[in-house]
């Protein structure tokens, strides 16, 4: 499970995109499978049209490249959108950052953010892995 601070780092050079391409590289190997709420397609898309260096092309070029992908891209429903509330009330953290770790617990599988924020404040307590540690403090098969 990859959140949208994650999937961003694929379409603009930032701190930690050379990690977040080993995770999409896994994915396109078939060495993982990635998944996420369906929601993941807006907020890279946002996150992208507040970037001043993307024109409208690169825009839709990302939007297209993240679609063709083939993630696993999951709408809300029943369970999920309960968890995703209960886990937004209770750490206090967006529905929109909720979701994906909700999603992440009823898969029975490991969420990863580049937010540093949002991994302090779940840290310990969900499963949820911050990018910039790859390689030093978990792998692609969990902690290392």
């Known amino acids: 499970m990859v959140d949208a601070s994650t999937a961003t780092k694929w379409f603009v050079e930032e701190t930690d995109s050379d990690k977040a391409n080993l995770l999409k590289t896994a994915h396109e190997t078939g060495r993982l499978r990635l998944m996420a709420p369906d929601l993941l397609i807006y907020e890279v898309t946002n996150a992208l049209d507040y970037n001043p260096k993307m024109t409208v ?74 990018l910039s540690a790859l390689g030093r403090g978990w792998d692609f098969a969990g902690p290392s």
């Open 57 to 130: 092309e690169d825009l839709v070029r990302s939007t297209r490249g993240l679609l063709e992908l083939d993630m696993d891209l999951i709408p809300p429903r029943g369970d999920f959108a309960a968890e995703t509330a209960r886990i937004a009330r209770k750490y206090d953290v967006s529905a929109y950052d909720a979701s994906y770790v909700a999603l992440a617990d009823i898969i029975g599988t490991n969420c990863v953010t580049a937010d540093g924020k949002l991994y302090r404040k779940l840290q310990g307590k969900k499963p949820l892995f911050l």
